[in-house]
């Protein structure tokens, strides 16, 4: 397959045989073979409740405090928007937080994790945001939070954001920086490295290129404190740890976990 960035297909093994990264630009990605998962199998109730993360539900405060800083720095950035889109939405926490301030819709691929947003009456639809046609309702802010390492075709999927996106409209986007310390430290132990889940490992130099190319400009970078439970935190230092531990959101700084916001460059037609 050919990078979605420089379009090379030449790669070499990074790190251990899980990963490749591309020999011209120095994109990292998962091993072809993890790209023939189909996502229906991926992202079920396992997923969030036992799998890739021990309790989802549990994590909500702690998701919560993340959610409240992205919402105050995209409220500075877009003061007049109107609509946000979310791709990747799972349980529809940050919908829920975000309706408060703006119209919300959300896509999520996981039709069990869709279905417990549905429950709780959120604007959901669960599917794949490439096939939803939604450009005549142009949106202001469209949001991928921990979603861009788990998306097939990121170019695709960021080329119909910028098209979807009203001009001067704002893309965010939140994802694990390998060219950060602690991953070039830790190499194949990074707690990111888990494909078929995580596809794609950006640094922060490659997606500002992907954005830039896509017709996007970064307005800002952050590297900012991200909230776990206490119950995570003890489930990493051990997989003893008693279930009573609380859901108390713990601030982190692992410092590769980066957040980017970035507007529209294309501000003539609408
Ligand atoms: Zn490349």
Redesign the pocket.
């Given at each position: 397959m050919k990078?979605?960035?420089?379009?090379?297909d030449k790669t070499r093994d990074y790190w251990d045989h899980r990963l490749v990264q591309?020999?011209?630009?120095?994109?990292v990605r998962a091993a072809d073979s993890y790209f023939s998962c189909q996502p229906s199998g991926l992202y079920t109730e396992t997923y969030y409740q036992g799998a890739e993360y021990a309790d989802y539900m549990g994590e909500r405060k702690a998701l919560a405090r993340n959610f409240q800083q992205r919402i105050a720095i995209l409220r500075r950035l877009a003061p007049e928007a109107r609509k946000l889109v979310e791709i990747g939405s799972g349980y529809g926490f940050f919908l829920e937080m975000a309706g408060r301030y703006w119209g919300v819709k959300g896509f999520e691929i996981s039709e069990y994790a869709a279905q417990q947003a549905q429950r709780m009456s959120l604007p959901c639809i669960q599917g794949d945001y490439l096939l939803e046609d939604i450009a005549a309702e142009k949106s202001d802010i469209v949001c991928l939070w921990d979603a861009i390492e788990h998306l097939r075709t990121p170019r695709l999927v960021l080329e119909k954001v910028e098209a979807d996106l009203r001009p001067r409209g704002v893309v965010a986007i939140s994802t694990g920086d390998i060219g950060a310390l602690l991953p070039r430290l830790q190499k194949a132990r990074w707690r990111l490295i888990h494909p078929p889940t995580h596809l794609w490992y950006f640094s922060l130099t490659?997606l500002l290129r992907l954005l830039r190319e896509v017709g996007f400009e970064p307005v800002k970078i952050s590297y900012p404190f991200h909230y776990r439970s206490l119950r995570w935190l003890a489930g990493r230092v051990s997989r003893c740890a008693p279930r009573w531990i609380g859901d108390l959101p713990i601030p982190l700084q692992t410092g590769d976990i980066v957040e980017v916001y970035a507007r529209k460059r294309r501000g003539t037609s609408d």
């Open positions: 990078c979605i960035v420089c379009g090379s591309c020999t011209e630009c120095f994109l490659l």
